[in-house]
C-alpha cells in the first residue's frame, strides 16, 4: 500500500457518497425544498462527465432535463452516466424532460435550477444569455465564446449575473487546483519580485476526427466535427490553450495590451482538418512593457508540453508548485498527489455555495476576457499584424451562422473537393 | 518455442552474458534481443532460471507494512523478463496505426488494421516528460496487456506482464534485503529514482545501477504493472510452497503495481512494498466515459514485459488473452 492509495480508501470510507444523502440544513435555497435541479445542455464526453461531478456534490442534486443537438449524443450521454451505477437515485431525466435540437437549451432551462453549459464553444454565449436571463445559476465550460461579440454577450451577461447574485462557475480549473492556488498566491506575494517574463505552452497531440457520414447536411457535419470549425470552437489556441493563457493573466493580474504572432497548418492539412491552424506562437504584451510567450501545437511525435512558467526580477516559477532563486535555489515547492480533481473542486464549492445561498462565484468576467486573450492571439497568427486589445474586444466580426438550422448553410463551407478556406497571414482580415 | 527464437537464444548464450552469482553458483545468464518486426525498434530480456525464494519482508524492516506478509517461500519456473522498462518508443508502435507496416514474425495471419489500439488521452499522457529513450506511462493494465497481445501478433513470441511473484523474484536477483542492493537507503540514489531525487520527473531508462541479475529501474523511475489482482493478504492465502502463483483478477481495481516511482518516497521502492491501483488514477479524466487506456494520473506507472520459458500452445496463449483481456 501506498499513501495514494490509503488516502483514497479512507476517503470514500468517511466523505463522497454517504455524505450525498446528508440534508442540507438551512438554506437560502430559491424553491424552498433542499433539492437542486440541474439540467445539462450539450451532452458530449466532458458535459456527461461535468454532470457526474455536479451529481457527485454533497449537495441534493438532481439531474432532471438534458439538451443536445442530437439524439444519440444525448441517449449516450445517459446510457453512460447511468453505467456508472452511484448516481442513479439522482437521475430524474425521462422521455419528457430530454430536448433535441438547436432550441433544446430553452426547455432545459426553464426545468433547473442550475444550468451545466458544455455546449460547443460558439454556442456558449447564447446559452449563457438564456440561462442568466432565466434566472440560473451556471456551470459554463472554457471558453466562453469563439468571437468578440460573443465575448461582450458574455460580458453582458455576466454582469446581470453579479447583479442578481447568481453564481457561476467557468471550467478553467485551474483556478480551483490547489497546487496553482498555492502557486500564485505566493507569487502574488512577491516570491519571485516582479514578473518579468512568462512562457506558457499546450504543446501536445490533437483530438479526434469523426468521418463524414452518407446524407449529413455540411451544418450536421460541422457540428459533429466542431473542433476543427472556428466559427464552433475557436481553433485550439482558444478552446486548450485558454487554461494558460489564464494562469499567465493571473499571476501577472492583468491582462494584456497587444499581441504578435505567427502560426499555420504544417501536418494537419487534411479535409477531415476543416480550417484551424495546428500550431501557433504568440507574443503578448502587457502595459508594463512585459511579455508572454505563447505556444500551442497539435502535432504527433513532437515533445510535449502544457504548462506555464514565470521569471520574476527576484527569482523564478519554473513549473506549477515550484518556487526558485534566481541562481536555481528550490524556495518552495508543492507536492500535490493527495489532492482532489480539480474538476470536482470546481462543483463542490459551486453547489455548497447554492446550497447555503450565497453568492461567491463569479468567474464569467474573467472567463471572457481570457477567452478574449485567447482569440486576440488567434486574430494575431490568421492576420499577421500586431492585435490590440480594445481592438479584439470591439471587433464587429460574427463568426457565427446566421440561421440555426441543420438545413442552413454554416459560416465557412468547403471548396469542390471538399476542403476548407484557410486563414492565410498578410490577406486574413480579422477585425 | 519458434525456430527463430531458439537461434537468437543460441546465438546469445555465445555472446558475454552478464557474470552472475546465483545461489552461490556463479552461472551467466542468457541474454536475448527482440526486434519488432517492420521496425528498427527492439529491446532485451534475461532469462531467469527456475528456481525458489522468499517472498515479502520480514517484520523486522521498519518500513514493512501488513499486505508484506508472512514470508512465504515460492517456487517459479524459468522466464525471460526485460531488462528495462518497457520504452516510449516500443509502446507508441502500437499506439500509433501508423507506425504499424503489418510486418510480422508470427505464423497465424496478423491484420494491423484489426488491432484494438489505445484512444487518443485526454491530455498527454508523458505530462511533457519526455518520449524518446524514457518508459511508456500513464496506461491503464488493461492497456498494458493489450500491447502485450499486440506484440505477440507482430513476434510470434508469447510476452505478458510478469505476475507479482515473478516481478519480485526478479527485483530480489538472489538477495533478500530490502533493495536489491542491501538494506542502506543511503545507498538507493545509485540505483533508483525516487521523489528526493527525481526532480519530479522519470528518467531515460537504464542510467542508474542494474540489479544483481541485470535489470534497471527495478527500484524506481516508474512503477511497473504486474498481473496479479492486488489482494492485501495475498501472502497468507497463499498454499505450502506455492509454484507460480498468481492471484486471479476478478475485479479492475486493485490490481498490483511492484517497484516504486520518480513520484514515490524511498521506502515505497522497497523490493516487497505493494502498491495497489485505484480509480483514483484516472481521477482528472473530466469525461464520462472515461478512456479504459489512460489514466490521467498516473504518469508514475509503466510495465516490464515477461516471456514465459514455456509458453504452453498457441491455444493456452489465446485462453490467456480471453481471460485477461476479457474478450
Not at chain 1, 454532470?51 to 439531474?63: E, F, G, H, P, Y
Not at chain 1, 457540428?223 to 485550439?236: A, I, K, P, S, V
Request: glycine share 8%; aromatic share 12%; proline share 6%.
Amino acid at each position: 500500500m501506498n499513501r495514494r492509495t490509503f488516502i483514497k480508501t479512507s476517503a470514500l470510507a468517511t466523505g463522497g457518497v454517504v455524505a450525498a444523502q446528508s440534508a442540507v440544513a438551512e438554506t437560502g435555497w430559491l424553491t424552498g425544498d433542499d433539492v437542486i435541479r440541474i439540467g445539462l445542455i450539450g451532452c458530449g464526453g466532458r458535459g456527461t462527465g461535468a454532470a457526474a461531478q455536479a451529481l457527485s456534490t454533497k449537495q441534493n442534486v438532481r439531474l432532471v432535463a438534458m439538451g443536445d443537438a442530437f439524439r444519440d449524443r444525448l441517449d449516450d450521454s445517459l446510457k453512460n452516466l447511468r453505467k456508472e451505477g452511484q448516481y442513479d437515485d439522482r437521475i430524474e431525466v425521462t422521455e419528457e424532460t430530454k430536448f433535441v435540437g438547436f432550441e433544446a437549451y430553452r426547455s432545459v432551462i426553464e426545468l433547473c435550477d442550475v444550468v451545466l453549459i458544455a455546449t460547443p464553444p460558439g454556442f456558449r454565449p447564447i446559452h449563457f444569455e438564456a440561462a442568466i436571463d432565466a434566472g440560473k445559476h451556471v456551470f459554463m465550460e472554457k471558453p466562453v465564446a469563439t468571437d468578440a461579440p460573443g465575448v461582450r454577450k458574455i460580458l453582458a451577461a455576466a454582469a446581470k449575473a453579479k447583479a442578481q447574485k447568481l453564481n457561476v462557475v467557468v471550467g478553467l480549473q485551474r483556478r480551483y487546483q490547489k497546487k496553482y492556488t498555492e502557486w500564485v498566491e505566493r507569487l502574488h506575494n512577491g516570491a519571485i519580485g516582479e514578473i518579468i517574463s512568462t512562457r506558457v505552452y499546450w504543446n501536445s497531440g490533437g483530438v479526434w476526427t469523426r468521418p463524414r457520414q452518407e446524407g449529413q447536411t455540411e451544418m450536421e457535419y460541422q457540428m459533429r466535427n466542431w473542433y476543427y470549425f472556428n466559427w464552433l470552437c475557436g481553433d485550439h489556441i482558444v478552446e486548450q490553450h485558454i487554461h494558460n493563457l489564464d494562469v499567465g493573466n493571473w499571476v501577472k493580474q492583468a491582462y494584456p495590451v497587444s499581441a504578435m504572432g505567427m502560426g499555420g497548418r504544417q501536418v494537419r492539412t487534411g479535409k477531415e482538418h476543416g480550417e484551424i491552424f495546428d500550431h501557433h506562437s504568440v507574443e503578448y504584451e502587457y502595459a508594463d512593457g512585459s511579455r508572454m510567450f505563447s505556444q500551442c501545437r497539435h502535432m504527433k511525435g513532437c515533445q510535449n508540453r502544457v504548462t506555464e512558467s514565470f521569471h520574476g526580477s527576484n527569482g523564478n516559477a519554473p513549473k506549477p508548485g515550484l518556487i526558485e532563486t534566481g541562481s536555481g535555489y528550490q524556495l518552495w515547492k508543492y507536492r500535490d498527489r493527495n489532492d482532489p480533481s480539480p474538476y470536482q473542486v470546481e462543483h463542490d464549492e459551486l453547489f455548497a455555495t447554492i446550497a447555503n445561498g450565497e453568492f461567491k462565484h463569479a468567474d464569467a468576467e474573467n472567463g471572457a476576457y481570457a477567452t478574449l486573450t485567447a482569440i486576440m492571439g488567434r486574430m494575431a497568427t490568421y492576420s499577421g499584424q500586431i492585435i490590440h486589445w480594445d481592438d479584439a474586444l470591439n471587433s464587429e466580426l460574427s463568426l457565427m451562422p446566421r440561421t440555426f438550422a441543420f438545413d442552413a448553410d454554416p459560416p465557412i463551407l468547403p471548396d469542390e473537393s471538399g476542403f476548407y478556406p484557410i486563414p492565410t497571414p498578410g490577406v486574413t482580415r480579422v477585425l | 518455442m519458434t525456430r527463430r527464437y531458439f537461434a537468437c537464444l543460441l546465438g546469445c548464450l555465445m555472446l558475454a552474458a552478464p557474470r552472475i552469482t546465483l545461489a552461490q553458483t556463479e552461472i551467466q545468464l542468457p541474454t536475448f534481443s527482440q526486434t519488432v518486426p517492420g521496425t528498427a525498434v527492439s529491446f532485451d530480456m534475461v532469462c531467469i532460471p527456475a528456481g525458489t525464494f522468499q517472498m515479502g519482508s520480514p517484520e523486522s524492516d521498519p518500513d514493512r507494512e501488513a499486505d508484506e506478509g508472512p514470508l512465504r517461500m515460492v517456487e517459479l519456473d524459468s522466464f525471460w523478463i526485460g531488462t528495462m522498462e518497457v520504452s516510449f518508443e516500443l509502446y507508441n508502435l502500437f499506439r500509433e496505426r501508423e507506425l504499424d507496416n503489418g510486418e510480422t514474425n508470427a505464423s497465424f495471419a496478423y491484420d494491423a488494421d484489426a488491432v484494438t489500439r489505445p484512444s487518443p488521452p485526454y491530455e498527454d499522457p508523458t505530462f511533457g516528460m519526455g518520449k524518446t529513450g524514457y518508459p511508456a506511462v500513464s496506461m491503464t493494465q488493461y492497456a498494458a496487456l493489450r500491447f502485450c497481445k499486440w506484440l505477440w501478433q507482430k513476434t510470434g513470441v508469447f510476452y505478458r506482464l510478469p505476475t507479482e511473484a515473478e516481478w519480485e523474484y526478479a527485483c530480489r536477483a538472489g538477495t533478500s534485503t530490502r533493495y536489491s542492493f542491501g538494506d542502506d537507503i543511503a545507498d538507493l540514489d545509485e540505483y533508483g529514482w525516487h521523489y528526493d531525487n527525481s526532480d519530479e520527473t522519470y528518467h531515460l531508462c537504464g542510467t542508474k545501477k542494474p540489479n544483481p541479475w541485470g535489470l534497471y529501474d527495478m527500484h524506481g523511475n516508474v512503477s511497473e504493472w504486474c498481473l496479479d489482482q492486488y489482494q492485501a493478504n495475498f501472502l497468507t492465502l497463499l498454499p505450502e510452497q506455492p509454484k507460480n502463483p498468481w492471484q486471479r483478477p476478478t475485479s479492475l481495481h486493485p490490481r498490483t503495481v511492484k517497484g516504486g516511482s520518480w513520484d514515490d518516497d524511498p521506502e515505497e521502492l522497497r523490493t516487497s512494498n505493494r502498491i495497489e491501483s485505484s480509480p483514483n488514477w484516472k481521477k482528472r479524466d473530466p469525461q464520462i466515459p472515461k478512456s479504459f487506456w489512460w489514466n490521467t494520473d498516473s504518469p508514475f506507472v509503466g510495465f516490464r514485459l515477461v516471456r514465459p520459458v514455456n509458453p504452453g500452445t498457441e491455444e493456452d496463449i489465446r485462453a490467456f488473452w480471453k481471460q485477461v483481456l476479457d474478450e
